[in-house]
């Protein structure tokens, strides 16, 4: 089936006049193969909106790409025995791939370790440093004389200063989920080599540092406006404002590793830059990737809007760090102006693990035989804007028949077979009397809200459940009108064309807010209604003329037997199915004991995670 977005052969660009919208997708590290909660958190979500936005006749570009510097490549390669580019090279494969069974519509899907993303990450730089936002420090590292090398955090082991835990890694232990800096671990050991183990020595090393508390206050500002604007989802608010309230401070841009851009400043060129400074301004050389006209895009804020879309894990990044590096470089830079995050979704009452397997991940989720956009409904219904939500295989199972079979495919297939039965497959002609008055009211609100949802705050579960209320409405109608009683007498019989005519373009309508959520099912059922595409209107309007003929009805869903649920748990739940597994290389611990970003940004008194085991 042809997927129903399609890149237009020449780059898209801003359009005097539209509205102008740059969607981007927190960039997806590359050392490991993506699972459903990195899915929904960021590439699924944006997508959805992006869709959204285009239905809506705005002008839209849509970016992504994997982020392939730093710490967490060169751990893969040395475990993979492989060189970080092709690690890089291996891992870009498996996530486009994934992506593109998934129906993420990118406009363009890139990669960081590019020429351009080199020149405008020092580009940035420079600019940074000209403008007095960059400072020398002296830190201490640890540093094995056996490898010869400063060791990043994650290349060093020993025991936890906090629980006495004997594997505790560089940046955190992942028995009491505790962070710390890498030179209070008890006796380390070095990890670059798997045969090395040797303890490392202190020394010192210079670095450069933005200073992030000077930009504080410009920071500060910029944030309110665009937040006041705007509307931020919540989680992104709390997480930004308790960063602001606890004060910023100027943190490392700088790394003593080989797999990196290198830092173009005398005295550091044997340094490269820190992940996360490089990593965001991913977005812009991506763009400059896809079109040598990307500052129409990025050098634009007149006339273009910056959407955002990300885990919470990822806030403090897109919310500080980012725009301070931009706003230090006083370049004419489209600065963030929705920033949309989540919370995590877990896996049957435990957390997803790239490091330790936990979950369903991309390439099992495509063997599994389930289509791809029933996990789009089912990860989207369950997505934790909120709260942290939960992935479970039973019930996937009873939303897929409920509300997918039962109630929204149900109600098509009615529509559509009565069309095809009793009047030939022709669309009646429609009269509306009170009782449809009544029904497209119902459907009219729903449609408001999904829209209005949508546009202020991108509230995508609200918008999939208005979905399923209109196809509830639709057969509440059928139900109170019964047409098939109706068709039978000649009397009233063009009556019963009517209510034929109301609940075709009733599925017509539901197909046009459905394929964001469903792209591959939208279509399906475009075909069968017979027509195209286009725009969502901002209220039911009879879009199908009197006479247009439909196409063949048949069933979008099939019933799943509940005992597949068993099965898939025990086939897809586990392992990453076509790659090894990774080492522990997460951004932050995942351990049950952690701490959830809630309980930091709601309690001051707990002893939060540091700002540079985040940068980590």
Partial sequence: MPKVHVRPPAPILPKAGARNILVTSALPYVNNVPHLGNIIGCVLSADVYARFARNQGHTVLFVCGTDEYGTATETKALAEGMTPREICDKYHAIHKGVYEWFNISFDHFGRTSTPLQTEICQDI????????????????????????????????????????????????????????DAIKLKSPRCRYRKDCNKAPELRT????????????????????????????????????????NMGLEARAITRDLKWGIPVPLEGFTEKVFYVWFDAPIGYISITANYTDQWEQWWKNPENVELFQFMAKDNVPFHSIVFPSALLASQDNWTMLNHLNAVQYLNYEGTQFSKSRGVGVFGDSARDSGLAADVYRFYLLYMRPEASDANFDWEDLVAKHNNELLNNLGNFAN????????????????????????????QVNTELRAYTEGMESQVRIRDAIRGILSVSRIGNQYLQSTMPWKLVKNPETAAQAGSIVGVVLNLTYLIALMLEPIMPDTAQELLQQIGAERRFLPSAFAPLLDEGHVIGEPKPLFEKIDPDMAKEWRSRYGGRQAKAPEAPKVELLPTDRKRKTWSDRCGNRFWHPISFDSLLR
């Fill in 125 to 180: 730089f420079k600019k940074c440093y000209a403008n007095g936002f960059v400072q020398q420090k002296d830190e201490q590292q640890w540093y094995c004389t056996s490898c010869e090398t400063f060791l990043a955090d994650r290349f060093v082991e020993g025991i936890c200063p906090d629980c006495g835990y004997d594997d505790a890694r560089g940046d955190q232990c992942d028995e009491c989920g505790h962070t710390f």
């Fill in 414 to 441: 009615r529509a559509l077979s009565f069309c095809k039965r009793f009047f030939d497959g022709k669309v009646p002609k429609i009269a509306l009397d009170d009782t449809a008055v009544e029904a497209v009211a």
């Fill in 205 to 244: 090393s210079r670095h450069l540092y933005l200073q992030l508390d000077k930009l504080q206050p410009l920071t500060e500002k910029w944030y309110a406006e665009s937040n006041d604007k705007h509307a931020w989802s919540k989680i992104a608010q709390d997480i930004s404002r308790n960063w602001f």
